[in-house]
T-cell receptor, first 110, second 109 residues
Framework: DAGITQSPRHKVTETGTPVTLRCHQT?????MYWYRQDPGHGLRLIHY???????DKGEVSDGYSVSRSKTEDFLLTLESATSSQTSVYFC?????????FGDGTRLSIL | QKEVEQNSGPLSVPEGAIASLNCTYS??????FFWYRQYSGKSPELIMF????GDKEDGRFTAQLNKASQYVSLLIRDSQPSDSATYLC?????????FGQGTELSVKP
């Protein structure tokens, strides 16, 4: 096990509600990443972090925010969920490229 | 044009054959290239990376890079049914990895 845990694993919620996904690592990696995966699009980077309180945007950051107050935790927040954010979300840890991925969170927004 | 392009497949090969997976990229300045494998319903796992022109071998896997043609490939020798998965190509652009949409490989017994 790479020491990376995502929670929750599944979530169903309604449009307009806030949603927070958590990624927890026990590997002390500097870099943490959030991706979404949709059919026909592969993996798309939402946000990433290169240290505590250091984050940057990815390809598809609109509608998402992140926070990293501790090395081990990286939170992804959908401030007001929309149906277009229905997806599978993966957290990853590593050096300057993602090396290990979490098991994913399947998020459905109705 | 997508920054990283892969044929979505499915690519079907018989057991024991060589599977060839291809990827092209648009940014000529890209320096680092990665292959991930993803089984259905599972998370991706890093299997190969290559930085220099030429071939890099690791067991049954060989990554090939041709920067002049902006082309990177993954060869799987002696393909096994357990190799059936989606293979994702990724290219570093700045501080970020850009992924292709993946190629589904099916190895038939």
């Amino acid at each position: 096990d790479a020491g990376i845990t995502q929670s929750p694993r599944h979530k169903v919620t309604e449009t307009g509600t806030p949603v927070t996904l958590r990624c927890h690592q026990t590997e002390n990696h500097r870099y943490m990443y959030w991706y979404r995966q949709d059919p026909g699009h592969g993996l798309r980077l939402i946000h990433y972090s290169y240290g505590v309180k250091d984050t940057d945007k990815g390809e598809v950051s609109d509608g998402y925010s992140v926070s990293r107050s501790k090395t081990e935790d990286f939170l992804l927040t959908l401030e007001s969920a929309t149906s277009s954010q229905t997806s599978v979300y993966f957290c990853a840890i590593g050096g300057d490229q993602p090396q290990h991925f979490g098991d994913g969170t399947r998020l459905s927004i109705l | 044009q997508k920054e990283v392009e892969q044929n979505s497949g499915p690519l079907s090969v018989p057991e024991g054959a060589i599977a060839s997976l291809n990827c092209t990229y648009s940014d000529r300045g890209s320096q680092s290239f990665f292959w991930y494998r993803q089984y259905s319903g599972k998370s991706p796992e890093l299997i190969m990376f290559i930085y220099s022109n030429g071939d890099k071998e690791d067991g049954r896997f060989t990554a090939q890079l041709n920067k002049a043609s902006q082309y990177v490939s993954l060869l799987i020798r002696d393909s096994q049914p357990s190799d059936s998965a989606t293979y994702l190509c990724a290219v570093r652009k700045g501080g970020k990895l850009i992924f292709g949409q993946g190629t589904e490989l099916s190895v038939k017994p």
